[in-house]
């Protein structure tokens, strides 16, 4: 069936040091990749999204990259920041008028002061 | 800005007992949702709703119900609650024709 694999599970990194997620996803129909962080207690809020027809999207220090033909996708964040602590969920959709979203498992982030 | 909310952030309820879970959402979105999620699993669905009275199983909706008699508010039902239930619950909706789920902010629910 439909998936999402998600990796690293934990990821701990310096401050200022910058931090990659990976996403695979197995529907090639899957043409909406949303990025969602949730920090402790609180609820999930997107962070940034891609379609699948772009490559890249960029807001500050908050990039996705998406490679269709491979099927994955990554979440990079630059100069990281204590606050940047949380765990990041991706998930894949078919787009507009579809209801399912598959979410990855999720990474827990720790930024190291 | 759009807001959801969620009846409860804590409740504890004891093996048997009906459970209402209710979510309420204030910007007139078509679509609401119901998501469990547990440490290791992520988030999965449990059941959403494309409009009033319409609903549709998600992955795991064995042993919860869901009522949607309004737009604004979308309820889950445990007929009778087991431990396994045990979990955090997230509701989320979105507009019809959009991308953009909006969660709210959880119910942690203890079944003893």
């Known amino acids: 069936g439909e998936n999402v694999e998600q990796h690293p599970s934990t990821l701990s990194v310096q401050e200022g040091d910058s931090a990659v997620i990976k996403c695979t996803y197995s529907?090639?129909?899957?043409?909406?990749f949303p990025w969602y962080k949730q920090e402790l207690g609180k609820r999930p809020q997107l962070i940034i999204d891609?379609?699948?027809?772009?490559g890249e999207k960029k807001d500050q220090r908050i990039a996705v990259t998406l490679n269709k033909t491979a099927k994955h996708f990554s979440l990079h964040i630059t100069e990281t920041q204590p606050e940047d602590s949380a765990v990041y969920f991706c998930a894949a959709s078919k787009g507009p008028g579809t209801y399912k979203y598959i979410f990855g498992t999720g990474t827990r982030l720790k930024v190291l002061a | 800005d759009v807001k959801v909310t969620q009846s409860s952030r804590y409740l504890v309820k004891r093996t048997g007992e009906k459970v209402f879970l209710e979510c309420v959402q204030d910007?007139?979105?078509?679509?609401m949702f119901w998501y469990r999620q547990d440490p290791g699993l992520g988030l999965r669905l449990i059941y959403f709703s494309y409009d009033v009275k319409m609903k549709e199983k998600g992955d795991i909706p064995e042993g919860y119900s869901v009522s949607r008699e309004k737009k604004e508010r979308f309820s889950l039902i445990l007929e009778s609650a087991s431990t396994n239930q045990t979990s955090m619950y997230l509701c989320a909706s979105k507009q019809g024709a959009t991308d953009t789920q909006y969660f709210g902010p959880g119910t942690r629910l203890t079944v003893l």
């Open positions: 529907d090639s129909a899957s043409n909406y």
């Open positions: 910007m007139d979105h078509e679509n």
């Open positions: 891609i379609r699948s027809n772009v």
